[in-house]
């Protein structure tokens, strides 16, 4: 099995040399290091060749924050099209030492895997854990793998199941359908995946996920909110329901 690490960056990321080190310090080396950069420094570009990791500039002209960090991302699982799994990372998270060995033995035992989705471990800026995981802020029913399809797709209409930081993607089947402008990626890619039977979430933390003021848009309910009730709630916004709606089913052909 090829694995790709992808990163993106943006700015200053004050925390990347901690987040690299992380990275090539993998029990399971990654196959390819790309790095996707959005309006990053010098510093900061240093610091990923220094890490082995090839640059990619970011080509996304979205103002809007979340459709910029699903186009950024989407930009490196692009550039992993031919590997069987990229391992997702943003510029500010520690990656456990076993974290890609751990997906790729998540991935081996479900062959038809979309979207491998960990836990992780919540820290602050100092990286001192804060006593609660992304699971505790997005929890899901038990026994999910073991559900039927139509259970998962109720729920993930419903509830966000997946942090991308916290997980791993297989290129070619999350890039058949291109994210719709608002959606944030993982939001989007966990919604394909349930659709295609391929949504594998485990109970391992796998990160530090640090919750800083550049970091929080993962955290973001009103972000990362419930389908259904942005469907119900947004009725003074008839355009951007419709628009909501009508990318949902484009998930259903």
């Known amino acids: 099995m090829r694995i790709a690490a992808v990163v993106v960056a943006h700015g200053n990321a004050p925390f990347l040399a901690i987040t690299l080190d992380s990275v090539t310090g993998q029990s399971r080396t990654p196959d390819a290091r790309i790095a996707v950069c959005d309006a990053t420094s010098p510093q900061v570009d240093g610091l990923l060749l220094e890490h ?26 692009k550039v992993a099209r031919d590997f069987d799994l990229a391992v997702l990372g943003d510029h500010d998270d520690v990656w456990h030492i076993d974290r890609i060995g751990h997906h790729e033995a998540v991935a081996r035992t479900f062959p038809r895997a979309v979207m491998l989705s960990s836990d992780g ?14 699971r505790d802020r997005f929890p899901i029913p038990s026994g999910w793998n073991d559900l039927d399809l139509r259970k998962q797709w109720t729920y993930v209409l419903r509830h966000s199941i997946a942090t991308g930081g916290a997980s791993a993607v297989v290129p070619e089947s ?3 359908i291109a994210i719709p402008n608002g959606w944030l990626h993982d939001r989007w890619w966990s919604m394909l995946a349930v659709r295609n039977n391929g949504m594998v979430i485990d109970d391992a933390a796998m990160i530090d996920y640090r919750i800083s003021e550049d970091q929080r848009v993962g955290l973001d309910t009103h972000r990362q909110e419930s389908t259904m009730r942005w469907l119900g709630t947004r009725a003074a916004s008839l355009t951007r329901t419709a628009k909501r709606a009508w990318d949902i089913t484009r998930l259903l052909v």
Do not use: C, M, Y
């Open 121 to 134: 471990r919540l820290v602050d800026t100092h990286g001192t854990p804060l006593g609660g995981t992304l």
């Open 174 to 176: 999350v890039l058949r």
């Open 52 to 77: 082995g990791f090839d640059i990619h500039r970011a080509t996304s002209t979205s103002r809007d924050l979340t459709t910029r960090i699903a186009h950024n991302f989407t930009q490196g699982v």
